[in-house]
């Protein structure tokens, strides 16, 4: 199976700056995701990140606060802008390597800790 | 907005007892998908759920989809303290471009 890496694994921010986090995948995928799992839920899809295109956001997420980049098949960012702390949680990218299904294989995430 | 309703919340059991793990929606699922969540460790892919009445077996883990496309269990056989951690269900619905997960089940295996 493949090598989905994210960097950094932990953080600690304070209110007001931003932070990108990198989503490196070991072989050219079809689609990649961002996903947030905030303490005690499930996870959240943010967006899709698209390749060469403005990725897709999903209902309560905006580029402005949370930008996405893809610029190739195997690589993603996304940046959490201007935090808060109730941007603190456990931030997942993922990959899929089919448009069939929805069979996904994730990063370790990144725990994002604002104070 | 459409849930996958996951239970038990919290599962405590006993080193080589069996035991489920269910997985429901309102809709008819177009995917079901089990994962398994250590910390630290991101999400594991487990399965996937496509047909109804569909079920796979993976080592001593075991998913069905009911014929309804509705329900999914997870069956753990002769549990052990590698199958500890937090197990999720996703599912992406029919015309929905996405998966949505349940809240997860927090397993915890006593030696």
């Known amino acids: 199976s493949a090598v989905i890496s994210q960097k950094p694994s932990r953080d600690i921010c304070q209110r007001g700056t931003s932070l990108t986090i990198q989503c490196q995948v070991d072989?050219?995928?079809?689609?990649m995701f961002w996903y947030r799992q905030q303490p005690g839920q499930s996870l959240t899809l943010i967006a899709t990140?698209?390749?060469?295109?403005?990725?897709?956001?999903e209902s309560g997420f905006v580029i402005d606060k949370f930008p996405i980049s893809r610029p190739n098949l195997t690589f993603s960012t996304l940046t959490v802008s201007n935090m808060s702390p109730e941007d603190s949680s456990i931030y997942l990218c993922?990959?899929?390597?089919?448009?069939?299904?929805?069979?996904?294989?994730f990063g370790p995430g990144t725990r994002l800790t604002v104070t | 907005s459409q849930e996958l309703e996951q239970s038990p919340q919290s599962l405590i059991v006993q080193e080589g007892k069996n035991l489920t793990i269910n997985c429901t929606s309102s809709?008819?699922?177009?995917?079901l998908y089990w994962y398994k969540q250590k910390y630290g460790e991101g999400l594991i892919f487990l399965m996937m759920?496509?047909?109804?009445?569909e079920e796979k077996s993976h080592e001593k883990i075991t998913a069905k989809l009911d014929e309804k496309k509705q329900q999914s269990s997870l069956h753990i056989t002769a549990s052990q303290p590698s199958h500890a951690g937090i197990y999720l269900c996703?599912?992406?619905?029919?015309?929905?471009?996405?998966?949505?997960f349940g809240k997860g089940t927090r397993l915890h295996i006593l030696p």
């Open positions: 990140a698209n390749q060469g295109s403005e990725a897709t956001y």
């Open positions: 996703g599912a992406d619905m029919w015309g929905d471009d996405k998966i949505i």
């Open positions: 072989s050219q995928v079809t689609m």
């Open positions: 809709k008819t699922l177009y995917g």
């Open positions: 993922s990959a899929s390597w089919t448009e069939e299904s929805y069979e996904q294989y």
């Open positions: 759920l496509q047909k109804g009445g």
